[in-house]
């Protein structure tokens, strides 16, 4: 008699140790669940939102070359009407992503009309031998940043009051996107060493290319040198 009872304790003991974790399990599913449709409706509004500015088409090489020349010619409309110097990129350059309809292609230019430059101030001081410093390129309602690394040269210049450090040369000045969609590609630049040596004016020109079509542009951006020979 007293087996039987044993046996019927352990028999209820598994059975409410094995709602629990049925429980357990029901709730860990329902709350990854939740977190994967919360996921999921993140994303397609985000592919909406992607979808709603424009939707690649899947044309025929045949499509594509008359599409091309459609392109062509509004990028040359452009250039008439709002006085742009729009360049379209060669056809072979062209990605799946940049076949759009033409109204598409229109609106994405006049997205891109008007441009401004502002350079963002550096907060950290840097060694000569490397300087980073970014400007914020505003074309239309489109905006990138571009990153421009210097390289100088400072020295000791007893002359002054101070004794302090001046610019002494610039070695070289690159740049490329930071943030932003497109490619930038820089063409040149025109530093002029101002303010008695203590920073550097620089013009900077390149082009940037965004679905297919490129425009030239051109920004200044100063480096200052601190007494210390610090770069900002």
Same mark, same amino acid.
């Given at each position: 008699m007293l087996k039987k009872y044993m046996i019927m304790g352990v028999v209820l003991g598994i059975s409410f140790l094995t709602g629990c974790e049925n429980e357990k399990v029901d709730k860990t599913t329902s709350s990854k669940t939740s977190a994967v449709e919360h996921k #999921?409706?993140?994303?397609?509004?985000?592919?909406?939102?992607?979808?709603?500015?424009? #939707?690649?088409?899947?044309?025929?090489?045949?499509?594509?070359?008359?599409?091309?020349?459609?392109?062509?010619? #509004?990028?040359?409309?452009?250039?008439?009407?709002?006085?742009?110097?729009?360049?379209?990129?060669?056809?072979?350059?062209?990605?799946?992503?940049?076949?759009?309809?033409?109204?598409?292609?229109?609106?994405?230019?006049?997205?891109? #009309?008007?441009?401004?430059?502002?350079?963002?101030?550096?907060?950290?001081?840097?060694?000569?031998?490397?300087?980073?410093?970014?400007?914020?390129?505003?074309?239309?309602?489109?905006?990138?940043a571009i990153r421009v690394n210097g390289s100088f040269d400072t020295q000791l210049n007893a002359n002054t009051p101070d004794g302090r450090q001046l610019f002494s040369a610039l070695h070289s000045l690159s740049s490329e996107i930071e943030q932003g969609n497109g490619d930038w590609k820089q063409m040149g630049y025109d530093p002029s060493i101002v303010d008695q040596g203590r920073a550097y004016s620089i013009t900077v020109t390149g082009y940037y290319s965004f679905h297919g079509v490129s425009s030239p542009h051109n920004f200044d951006i100063i480096f200052y040198c601190n007494k210390n020979g610090g770069i900002t």
């Open positions: #999921i409706e993140k994303e397609t509004v985000a592919t909406t939102d992607k979808a709603h500015t424009s #939707i690649p088409l899947v044309l025929t090489p045949a499509q594509k070359e008359q599409f091309y020349k459609d392109y062509t010619a #509004i990028v040359h409309k452009f250039n008439g009407e709002y006085g742009t110097a729009f360049v379209i990129d060669p056809i072979t350059t062209f990605t799946d992503e940049y076949w759009l309809e033409l109204s598409d292609f229109e609106e994405m230019l006049k997205g891109r #009309i008007g441009t401004s430059s502002v350079m963002v101030d550096n907060k950290e001081i840097y060694a000569p031998g490397l300087v980073p410093k970014l400007v914020e390129l505003q074309m239309g309602s489109h905006k990138i």
